[in-house]
């Protein structure tokens, strides 16, 4: 055989997963059909959070007694440094793979058979084979020519007036954003309230963040047709249309299996992902499948995880992935995080409470801790800013079993935000 | 008696022990000099931290290219914002201890005897004593009149040319701040590097990074004097003077006990503050001392965390303290925390490699991970954007006797900055 792995994708999963075979003297084989790095480096996580950052710098100046401010953005400019900013990160991901040893080849991957790989032509052989096709966003017949996250974050001017159909987690980021940067922003959801992948009382906050931002929010709606001329036309059932210049659709994510060949392996599938066993492994003993295309949550550090998962596998150390501690985060305003589950029973307490986020003039969102009867942590649910930073210490507490009195008893440095996980761990009388 | 217990000061860690005991049902006089909620919440780590926010919002856009940025302070406006952020903070914390059945007097307590305080001529029998006093700046005679942490968080002007006397984490923390305000910085230390209070190359990345944002750093240098007409002439041994508008006095804090007749009792001390043993109690059975003045180090969560183990006790509920992950913090840039104890091992991650601080624009400082030759988690030193939020995760795990494995199979949610800890939780091979 020529490699020990083969990777068809090098998206966040992929390329992670190689870096560990890799660096345990592994034959790496990895082909990338479009960029190293994949969506969430190249066109997701990364340069949504660089303009979520900018939105949110502007907007607590702007909001800050005392400050006058004025401000213009060359949005070029901006997307020649968050370019470069991308480039450090994939290039460093890709050099290092390279002096590793990795094989990089860049082509559209397909797999002949159990051990073979096709690209650009070329046969290789492989002990293993990983699929990391990630997804794509849904396009909807009838809706072309408007904006997705790849173009959205590309654009080189803010939107005057932007609609966003759709009110999950990257309509709710993008929109948030935009509006903090000058745009008038409609969200246009089917369900009858935003973020319906999170807890009801997390995306409350969220809404009520909104419409103080003015934004336009209308749930229960539903888009009829988007025709483009100059402008775009957005027709609504029972409203009145909308005309904007930008169109933002962010109305979920499927797999992506296209020129995989997996069709004619006859690999099992659960409904449009891959399936796979908790070790990561499709229904041929030798293929994986890791990152969006094989299941729910689409999230870059699920991807991380099957992917160490999977590699720990092919080297022949049997590990199953263990999601109780997945978290999942979402950088709105006030900021979203959650992992474990709910419990028996919860304490809340307010962001108003939080002497360090009032020193960031924010008051919106809540800490909420869930625990079983004998006061186990079963996981917490945070609207707060820079929530995302703290809550893998409920991630762990409830790795490692640990009661709300050990979480309370853990001095938390003052002031921080994360303050608010001891108040919330504290027992009821 | 008339009370459970006796608080002499309503700083950080007598109001929220005194919290404790009312959610208890005990009944509690507390007795303030000055303001509740002392010198912290009033006079320190929460008005700076509001400014701290300001300067790195206004640094981050003028930094970020693209933004044209232009902007005027109103620091009378802005003061007026900090002082109603604190009284939403000490008012709430007062109202609860009221609300609570806390007797509350404003005056200069005094100990009189075991069982008996007085307060504005008053006499007041207690079961328990607890000594929250706090620390004062120290002084140095013949420099007079020159600005201390109260006065320059109070300023109504951005200083033009501001000198730093002493480069611990005050001085520093300030000089940041004023230098990304605008002004021109002097920091003036007599040792040989500046944040001598912490690890030497968790220093150098905030050494590095003022240096590139132009502060004036002096270290080996003595203050001859301090004289003031119109502005202020700051002699320094075998150096030219400086002349500046504000002269910032930070050489360290020492505890407070004026007053307070605790020499009169014979409670021993430990040098300049009261000594306890691991009960928080003095040498005199039902008199306990807490915070500052109880010992090192001078932070708030330490008050705190004193204060709930006293009131413990006070309750029957025989607790000791353990500093074992006394976390420390300093909101520098990079912002640096420190918790547990270096161990025989360490791996070092620069931010450099994280993604999340790459979208912030930042790249100075690393994730550094104690542990002991068996993988057991011993402590960490940050220095990266946001690490006062995510340091308690290694609290957490040195408490809970993780090893660096538990650390890495925590799912980090990405991207964030706190991922930096599950990379540098990785095995080396």
Redesign the interface.
């Given at each position: 055989m020529d490699y020990d792995a083969a990777f068809i994708g090098a998206g966040?999963g992929g390329y992670y997963s190689a870096l560990h075979l890799l660096?345990?003297k592994k034959k790496v084989l990895i082909i990338e059909k479009e960029k190293f790095g994949g969506e969430?480096?190249n066109y997701g996580?990364?340069p949504s959070?660089?303009l979520i950052?900018?939105s949110e710098?502007?907007n607590?100046?702007q909001d800050?007694?005392?400050?006058?401010?004025?401000?213009?953005?060359?949005?070029?400019?901006?997307?020649?440094?968050k370019e470069s900013?991308i480039s450090?990160?994939t290039g460093?991901a890709e050099k290092l793979c390279l002096s590793l040893g990795a094989r990089i080849i860049y082509g559209t991957g397909s797999i002949k058979d159990k051990n073979t790989v096709t690209v650009n032509g070329n046969e290789y052989t492989a002990e293993n084979i990983i699929i990391d096709t990630g997804s794509v966003p849904v396009k909807v017949k009838g809706i072309d020519d408007v904006y997705y996250n790849r173009e959205i974050l590309a654009i080189e001017k803010i939107p005057k007036k932007l609609v966003i159909i759709g009110g999950g987690y990257i309509g709710i980021e993008m929109g948030t954003a935009f509006r903090k940067l000058g745009s008038e922003v409609y969200i246009i959801e089917m369900k009858d309230r935003i973020l319906p992948e999170i807890e009801e009382d997390l995306a409350n906050e969220v809404d009520r963040k909104l419409r103080k931002l003015d934004v336009h929010i209308m749930t229960n709606s539903k888009v009829l047709s988007v025709k483009k001329d100059n402008t775009y036309n957005v027709s609504i059932e029972g409203k009145d249309d909308i005309v904007a210049d930008t169109v933002l659709m962010s109305v979920g994510r499927i797999p992506y299996i296209e020129g995989t060949g997996i069709e004619k392996l006859g690999i099992e599938m659960d409904g449009r992902f891959i399936k796979t066993d908790l070790h990561k492994k499709t229904s041929i003993e030798n293929i994986y499948a890791i990152g969006d295309v094989s299941g729910a949550p689409m999230?870059?550090?699920?991807a991380?995880?099957d992917g160490y998962v999977a590699a720990e596998n092919i080297m022949g150390n049997d590990t199953i992935v263990d999601y109780r501690?997945?978290?999942?985060?979402v950088y709105t305003d006030p900021e979203i995080?959650f992992t474990g589950k709910t419990g028996n029973k919860y304490n809340k307490v307010p962001v108003m409470?939080n002497?360090?986020a009032?020193?960031?003039?924010q008051k919106d969102g809540f800490f909420k801790l869930y625990y079983d009867d004998d006061g186990t942590i079963t996981g917490a649910g945070v609207a707060a800013p820079?929530s995302?930073?703290?809550?893998?210490?409920i991630?762990?507490?409830v790795?490692?079993g640990?009661s709300i009195d050990?979480?309370f008893l853990?001095?938390?440095?003052?002031?921080?935000?994360?303050?608010g996980?001891k108040d919330v761990a504290e027992r009821k009388?």
């Open positions: 966040a660096k345990n969430c480096l996580c990364i959070k660089a950052e900018l710098n502007i607590y100046l800050m007694p005392g400050i006058s401010m004025q401000y213009k953005i060359d949005m070029k400019e901006w997307q020649k440094w900013m450090r990160i460093g999230l870059a550090h699920k991380f995880y501690a997945m978290p999942f985060v995080a409470a002497p360090r009032l020193t960031m003039n820079r995302s930073e703290f809550i893998t210490e991630s762990m507490a790795e490692a640990l050990d979480l853990t001095v938390h440095p003052h002031p921080t935000v994360s303050e996980l009388n």
